[in-house]
T-cell receptor, first 109, second 115 residues
Framework: SQQGEEDPQALSIQEGENATMNCSYKTSINNLQWYRQNSGRGLVHLILIRSNEREKHSGRLRVTLDTSKKSSSLLITASRAADTASYFCATDSGSRLTFGEGTQLTVNP | GAVVSQHPSRVICKSGTSVKIECRSL??????MFWYRQFPKKSLMLMAT?????????EQGVEKDKFLINHASLTLSTLTVTSAHPEDSSFYIC???????????FGDGTRLSIL
């Protein structure tokens, strides 16, 4: 297993449903960051959650962090077709980010 | 709006050409910038960490003479792919770390195609 493994690899849902993506990691972290990437584009920063935080919200996004289980989840509520993208978690050790393999989310209209 | 600007967005050139990619931090001064490479449907692979005013730190397996990095100012880092060959074709993305919050912001990437 690699740092920042994500689950599931692919997720297909209907518009209006919630989408949950999970991320597990192995080493200690300063913070964990979630990113979104549309096909052929750069990454858009979504949320940063620090190692001493357990939950964070931003609009329709909710991120949790469980450092005892070394895992994080990203919840997108009331999904829209425009949310279709790849989502990556990245663990920050202080000197670098290490990315997971990503979850491809497809939201069907 | 974008906080990191990367240019060009797409390059198509002949084998043997050297290609320079620029990464600019627009909203903050970045002492540290990062260069990544991404293969189709894969995650980002860190190539090197670019430090303002000093030499870049390269990841294992990345040829420093092949991928020249210059970080001459607090807002600009450049990656030059020297004597590019078809196997260098890829999507290259830069990022800059916000000094206070620590979040990394990414450019839009450069699609490099070597014929």
């Amino acid at each position: 297993s690699q740092q920042g493994e994500e689950d599931p690899q692919a997720l297909s849902i209907q518009e209006g449903e919630n989408a949950t993506m999970n991320c597990s990691y192995k080493t200690s972290i300063n913070n964990l960051q979630w990113y979104r990437q549309n096909s052929g584009r750069g990454l858009v920063h979504l949320i940063l959650i620090r190692s001493n935080e357990r939950e964070k919200h931003s609009g329709r996004l909710r991120v949790t962090l469980d450092t005892s289980k070394k895992s994080s989840s990203l919840l997108i509520t009331a999904s829209r077709a425009a949310d279709t993208a790849s989502y990556f978690c990245a663990t920050d050790s202080g000197s670098r980010l290490t990315f997971g393999e990503g979850t491809q989310l497809t939201v069907n209209p | 709006g974008a906080v990191v600007s990367q240019h060009p967005s797409r390059v198509i050139c002949k084998s043997g050409t050297s290609v320079k990619i620029e990464c600019r931090s627009l909203d903050f001064q970045a002492t540290t910038m990062f260069w990544y490479r991404q293969f189709p449907k894969k995650s980002l692979m860190l190539m090197a960490t670019s430090n303002e005013g000093s030499k870049a730190t390269y990841e294992q397996g990345v040829e420093k003479d092949k991928f020249l990095i210059n970080h001459a100012s607090l807002t600009l880092s450049t990656l030059t792919v020297t004597s590019a060959h078809p196997e260098d074709s890829s999507f290259y993305i830069c990022s800059a770390r916000e000094p206070k919050q620590g979040a990394q912001h990414f450019g839009d990437g450069t699609r490099l195609s070597i014929l």
